[in-house]
């Protein structure tokens, strides 16, 4: 049996909602919608002052929700139910950007409820996206792509709010919250949608990581087979910023825990762990080479899923290609050749001598079962070159103390 080590997270990707409802789709006022039901208001005042008193409270929500703190969030969720009951005044079936921004109300509002994390709050979450998804159901997506666009991003929060809760029942209902954003992706006017493979790639990365957390009726194989699509959209994705960078990083970890879940109960003979371990090995590289891109112009957000990669990498060269593992270590942490700032990580440097030490102890377990034979000589080159990377490496970090 293959044993790994793998560390299971859940990837949030949030799209907050930041435009004023009291807009017209392209970005300016939009006078003609508010002429044609001024004639007609509703109780309470006219159309244009309940949208204004609507975006002030909306306006202040985000802001809070932007703060982030756990009562700048509770203070959001009351701007955000002013804001909604101010909206439900409005005639929604008068013109669709009414029920468009009242939808921003309700996911606004999952949004701040989801950061909160409590069982109660993921609950009120979800009725919130459920909320959204009722208003959102009469517009008509195919007249405009940001209808389209909202749609998918209330089905991929309600996904999240939901994987949240981290139950099998959650986790089955997340995994169908994913499909129908990817699907609604995919319809009509989709590809009008700015950033339309940034949107599918994240629900159809936050789908194989409700799959690899354990949803029913799922599989690793479904779940690396859902990685490597979000994976192989992401890389050809033509804005390259850095949220989809996280979804490039990030999808790639989670392919790793897919594969480490089919690796568990085969033996390193079997002819399909090859492919397998080649595959996440590849995966690895490629993410700590964007990682260390953005490391190296200063870019540090993406740290912990280095970590991560790393910490996998480590293991997976170890056992499968251990010939590779010096050659492995050094591209990641030798100034010469990385970011210097993965040098001075302690998370980083220790995984990077947990896998010189087992090492060391497999060769020696190895090698003394065979002794003087080519096999050993081998064994023998690899301990050397693991040697030196200790030696590298305690220079290094003494480097990174003296700087210090």
Not at 215 to 229: I, K, N, T
Request: glycine residues 6%; contains cysteine; proline residues 4%.
């Amino acid at each position: 049996m293959v044993k790994m080590c793998s560390t299971y997270q859940t990837f949030v990707l949030y799209t907050e909602l930041m435009a004023n409802p009291a807009e017209g789709v392209d970005g300016r006022t939009d006078k003609r919608i508010m002429n044609d039901v001024a004639t007609n208001p509703p109780d309470g005042g006219s159309v244009e002052a309940i949208n204004h008193e609507a975006s002030v409270w909306m306006k202040r929500g985000i802001a809070r929700l932007e703060a982030g703190a756990p009562a700048e969030l509770q203070e959001a969720i009351g701007d955000f139910d002013q804001a909604i009951a101010l909206r439900c005044k409005l005639p929604l079936d008068a013109n669709p950007i009414f029920r468009y921004g009242l939808a921003a109300g309700w996911m606004n509002r999952g949004d701040a409820l989801t950061r909160l994390g409590s069982a109660e709050n993921l609950a009120d979450a979800v009725r919130s996206y459920d909320a959204a998804l009722e208003t959102l159901r009469d517009l008509p997506v195919e007249a405009n792509p940001l209808f389209r666009r909202r749609l998918a991003i209330a089905w991929s929060n309600r996904g999240l709010s939901l994987q949240a809760q981290n139950t099998a029942a959650a986790l089955l209902e997340a995994g169908r919250s994913f499909e129908t954003a990817s699907a609604v992706l995919h319809g009509g006017n989709a590809a009008e949608i700015v950033d339309r493979d940034y949107l599918l790639a994240a629900a159809q990365m936050n789908h194989a990581n409700a799959l690899v957390r354990g949803a029913p009726g799922g599989s690793p194989a479904q779940a690396r087979v859902m990685a490597q699509q979000a994976v192989a959209l992401a890389d050809q994705a033509q804005l390259q910023d850095l949220a989809m960078t996280e979804v490039r990083l990030k999808a790639r970890y989670i392919l790793c825990q897919a594969i480490a879940q089919l690796l568990a109960p085969l033996t390193t003979t079997d002819p399909i762990s090859d492919d397998l371990f080649a595959e996440a090995s590849d995966a690895v590289d490629n993410g700590l080479a964007l990682a260390r891109s953005w490391e190296q112009q200063g870019v540090t957000q993406f740290r912990s899923v280095a970590q991560d990669l790393f910490h996998f990498g480590a293991r997976i060269y170890q056992m499968s290609q251990p010939h590779f593992l010096s050659e492995f270590l050094l591209e990641n942490l030798d100034p010469a050749r990385s970011s210097s700032s993965f040098v001075g990580d302690p998370q980083i440097h220790a995984a990077a001598l947990e896998s010189i030490w087992r090492s060391f102890r497999q060769i020696q377990n190895t090698g003394a079962q065979s002794p003087h034979t080519p096999p050993y000589d081998e064994l023998l080159k690899q301990l050397r070159d693991l040697r030196l990377v200790e030696d590298r490496l305690a220079e290094l970090q003494q480097t990174c103390r003296v700087q210090d």
